[in-house]
Structure formats: C-alpha cells, structure tokens
C-alpha cells in the first residue's frame, strides 16, 4: 500500500477522529511516517475509536498530526473545538490545545499513545522489522540494521 493509499483508507476508515473540516492540503502533511509505522498507527486509531465509543465522547477528540521527530513517533491529539462562556457570559467556540478540565478519556489516550509510541521506539519506520534509535551526523532514525546500513551509505555517497 502506497502511503497515499493509506491515508485514504485511515481518513475514510477512522473518519470521526479527524477534524472533519480539514482541507485536503491539510491532510498531505496530516500523517508523515514511514510504512513501518503505519501499523502501529492504524492500532492506535483503533483503540482511541474504542475509547471514544465507550464513553460516548466520539466527535470530541481529534488527531491533529501525526509524524516522526528525532526518531520517534509522535501522535498529537486535542480536543474537538467546544463552545464555553466568555467573560460576559456569552457562548464561544473555543478551539483550544487543553481541555477546560482534564478527562478519564485524555487520560486513556494519553496511555494508549505512549504504549504505541514506546513500541515504535523498536520497530523500523521503514519496513516494521525489529529496529531501534539510530544517530548518523545528528539526524535520528528507528531502523532496522539494514536500514541502518542503507542510510549510512546514502551519506556516504552524498559527501564523495
């Protein structure tokens, strides 16, 4: 599967956890990993739809990105824009990065993102095979040996 035809099937398959009002223009930087995490992402889209369903807060929480920064995989998650008070009493939307108060659900997500994280934090992001945290000029990867290899000599070629 290319990586378009896997954001395809993530916006259309997990659609509620994403701003629906997201552009298309947003959605060719919305998710940038490699094809070795696009599993460990799609289980975690899995477990938040869960989450969400299970305490009736679908619609509320949204996956705003989701990438690779300094080797590791990094999911970003807020809530869904909500209406609250203003000063004066009126009613605004509010597109915050926190919620007004901590909730049982961002709890659970928090947990569900850090144990996807942490096994990405072994498994290559080019291929899914066992890998781990790899430093080459100060750039960082999660890759396998082979990859690992492939990338050395990449660098390698550019500085003859």
């Known amino acids: 599967m290319t990586h378009d ?95 007004p108060e901590p909730t049982h659900v961002e709890d659970m997500l928090g947990i569900i993102k850090q144990h996807i994280t942490g096994r990405a934090a072994h498994v290559c992001e080019d291929c899914g095979e066992p890998g781990e945290l790899r430093v080459l000029d100060g750039w960082y990867s999660t890759c396998c040996d082979r990859h690992f290899e492939e990338w050395k000599a990449r660098k390698a070629s550019r500085k003859s």
């Open 5 to 99: 035809e896997f954001v395809a099937y993530i916006r259309e398959r997990y659609a509620t956890l994403f701003d629906p009002t997201n552009s298309d223009e947003v959605w060719r930087y919305l998710i940038t990993v490699g094809p070795g995490w696009c599993p460990l992402f799609t289980d975690f889209c899995e477990q938040m739809e869960g989450v969400l369903h299970h305490h009736d807060e679908t619609g509320r929480w949204y996956i705003r990105q989701v990438k690779e920064k300094f080797g590791e995989l990094r999911i970003y998650v807020r809530p869904a824009p909500y209406e609250r008070p203003d000063v004066d009493g009126f009613m605004e939307w509010v597109d915050d990065i926190d919620p």
